[in-house]
């Protein structure tokens, strides 16, 4: 396997189920890198536009545009 898989799934009993659709790429005693990365609810919902309003990015060089320009044709 030269791809990575990447999906949700819920921790049990300290396993980690992995999908039955992805099952097949991976023979028993397969080794596998894992990184874990916890998902939590607000974070799951909360659109990418919404995140930028709270947190901008500022760019160098760039600035502001006046409605004016933005609506400029």
Request: aromatic share 2%; glycine share 4%.
């Amino acid at each position: 396997m030269e791809h990575s898989l990447e999906f949700e799934t819920k921790v049990k009993q300290g396993m980690i189920d992995i999908p039955e659709e992805y099952q097949h790429e991976l023979k028993e005693g397969s080794k596998v890198m894992v990184i874990i990365n916890p998902v939590n609810e607000e974070s799951k919902t909360t659109r990418l536009m919404d995140k930028l309003a709270k947190n901008p990015i500022s760019v160098k060089g760039k600035r502001k545009l006046t409605r004016e320009e933005i609506h400029e044709r």
